[in-house]
């Protein structure tokens, strides 16, 4: 038995069989999804002809499924942007420099118009 098994390690058809990794498109996985839920055609010749193994379909009926829940979750409307911590601050402070320059002006303006009558135009 082990002279067949070393015979078969050291064949070329046996390191050429070990098969490569299948990179399957979006697509090319919910088309394999849809198929696989229609009655028309078995499962296992779908997974045949796609070279694929009854774990790889759980794994696509498990991604479509968490890819619909997060679509349907999702709510209408523009997305919130979060705001780096740092860009945070900068505005905050900048917010806080204009009400202070904002205070400013309004004491200046209630000054001017006690010196002015209260603004009646009277001059």
């Known amino acids: 038995m082990s002279v067949t098994r070393d015979a078969k390690m050291q064949s070329p058809s046996f390191s ?53 829940l997060e679509r349907l979750t999702a709510r209408p409307g523009p997305k919130r942007k979060t705001v780096a911590f740092e860009d945070y601050e900068a505005l905050k402070s900048d917010l806080e420099d204009k009400e202070r320059a904002l205070a400013e002006q309004a004491v200046e303006l209630a000054i001017l118009r006690k010196k002015t009558n209260g603004g009646s135009g009277e001059r």
């Open 16 to 68: 050429e069989a070990k098969k490569k990794r299948n990179f399957l498109s979006p697509e090319k996985k919910f088309q394999i999804f849809l198929e696989s839920q229609s009655e028309k055609t078995p499962v296992g010749e779908i997974l045949r002809r796609e070279g694929l193994y009854s774990t790889d379909l759980a794994r696509i009926r498990t991604q479509v499924r968490e890819g619909a």
